[in-house]
């Protein structure tokens, strides 16, 4: 699924921003770096679980400025969020399409600041990829909804995670 994430992510930030991101062997900014921005996407049905897109706010911003066609120090908060959210969005429903259906896509979710948690209650790092872009990292993270919380799945070994 790592492969699906790169492909879909680079692909929609060069054909969405014109922006040619590049994976990356380094890490996310973690919460308590410099303002950071999350979005997230839950997706329910045959497959439960949610797409995250996590980034600097000064990347973001960047990529506010390309969909809004205005200056990187224009951008406003708002189009900010409504850029990182339209990211997640467009990203989480082309890994939606990869994975068992049907299932539904909820309006994504954005949060931001210097310290915060993200947690999506049940879930577990199904896949996640790393990029950067002119020495921002930033990453796409999968999550899927424990099968216990979930009576439609089977049961996961505990042991083994399958």
């Known amino acids: 699924m790592e492969d699906a994430i790169?492909?879909?992510t680079q692909n929609i930030w060069l054909n969405l921003l014109g922006l040619n991101?590049?994976?990356?062997?380094?890490k996310t900014t973690q919460p308590g770096s410099p303002w950071t921005m999350a979005g997230c996407v839950q997706i329910t049905g045959a497959w439960q679980g949610a797409v995250i897109l996590s980034c600097t706010?000064?990347?973001a911003g960047i990529a506010a400025a390309k969909m809004f066609e205005v200056a990187p120090?224009?951008?406003s908060r708002d189009q900010t969020a409504d850029t990182l959210g339209e990211l997640t969005?467009?990203?989480?429903?082309?890994?939606?399409a990869a994975l068992p259906g049907p299932s539904q896509l909820s309006l994504p979710t954005v949060v931001e600041?210097?310290?915060?948690r993200l947690r999506i209650p049940g879930?577990?790092?199904v896949s996640q990829a790393c990029f950067e872009y002119q020495n921002h990292v930033f990453g796409?993270?999968?999550?899927?909804?424990?099968s216990e919380l979930n009576p439609g799945l089977p049961p996961r070994d505990s042991q083994t995670g399958e």
Request: charged fraction near 30%; glycine fraction near 10%.
């Open 6 to 8: 790169r492909e879909i």
């Open 21 to 26: 991101v590049k994976p990356s062997v380094k």
């Open 57 to 59: 706010a000064e990347l």
């Open 73 to 75: 120090e224009s951008a």
């Open 89 to 96: 969005n467009i990203t989480g429903g082309n890994l939606k």
């Open 113 to 116: 600041g210097h310290d915060y």
């Open 123 to 125: 879930g577990h790092i």
């Open 140 to 146: 796409v993270t999968l999550l899927e909804r424990d």
